[in-house]
C-alpha cells in the first residue's frame, strides 16, 4: 500500500478529521509521517551562526545544549534541564489547528474541508488569539503553544533559542498567510496534493510562543530577524573577505527569538543589535532599557 492510499484509508476510517489531526497524519504518523522519514537540512551559514550563538549562552550558563526540530525531539529535555533548547524550524514542524470565519477545518475521506464547532482546546486558544484576528481564515498554533509550555516547565536554567518562519500576533492574524507544503524538490500551497510525499507547515505565531514560556518562568532575552541574528554572529566575519555570504537570501518572513530562565538577563553576541521600530520595540524594551544593568 502506498503512502496515499494509506492516508485515504484512514481518512475513509476516521473522517472527518481535524486539520490539525490530518497534519498529524501527514507528518507524524509512523508509517506515514513525513518526518518519520526524512530530516531537516540546514545552511552551513545557519549552522555557523546557530554554534556562534550557542558558544556565547554557554559561557553564561552550566549545562548541555539540546537541539530540537521534531516533536519527538522534546523527549531529549529532560525535567530539570539546565542549558540550551535549539529549535531549530521545530514549531513549524508541529501539527497545527485550521480556521475559517470562526469555524475549525476538518477534512473528509475526499479530501473536502468540513466546517465545525472549535473544540473547547481551539476556543481556549482564541481566547488569546481573537483580539488580533482581523481575516477570515487563519492557522491556529494550539501545539506550538503547548509544547513552548511545556518545554520552559521542564528547564530549570538556560536559555531557548528559536529560529523558525512566523510573525507576532500583531501581523500574525491580519495577515492572509499560506500554508507551506514542501518535500526535498518541490513546494506548494496545496495541503492536499502529494499525500504521503510533502511536509504541510504553518508560520510560528512568536507570540502565542512567547506568552506559553513566560506562563512558567521564561523571560525575553530578544526577538530579532534572521537577517539581523546573521549579521550579529557571522556576518562582520564573512564581509570582509570574499564570501557568498553576501548573496545568502535572509527570508523576512524568519525570526529567532531567545529566551531566559532562572538567570538574569545576559548579553548575548547574537543580539547585539536589534530592529528598533514598529512592533520590535513591544518585544525588545526590556533589552535595551536595562541591558546593562542585567535586571
Known sequence: ????????????????VSFRNFTWLILYHPEV???TKHSLLLSSHRRRAVDIAVKDMLEKCDGEVVEI??????????DGFNGIVVANEFFTSLPFHLLDKGME????????EILKEPSQEV???????????DVARHPACVDAAKI???????MQTGFL????????????YSRRLRLACFSEDTFTHNPYSSLGEQAVSAPVDFTAVIESCCKSGFSITGFTSYKYFLLNTIGEDEMEEPSDFKSVAMPTSMKVLVMHKGMRRQRLRCLRTLPSFGYWNRYNYEVTDDYESGD
Open 1 to 16: 500500500m502506498s503512502d496515499r492510499e494509506f492516508i485515504l484509508k484512514y481518512l475513509a476510517e476516521n473522517s472527518p
Open 33 to 35: 509521517g513525513y518526518y
Open 69 to 78: 526540530r521534531t516533536m519527538n525531539d522534546v523527549e531529549k529535555i529532560d
Open 105 to 112: 477545518v476538518y477534512v473528509d475521506e475526499n479530501l473536502n
Open 123 to 133: 476556543y481556549r486558544f482564541l481566547d488569546y488569539a481573537n483580539p488580533y484576528i
Open 148 to 154: 513552548a509550555e511545556l518545554i520552559s516547565d521542564r
Open 161 to 172: 533559542l528559536a529560529i523558525d518562519y512566523g510573525l507576532p500576533a500583531e501581523e500574525y
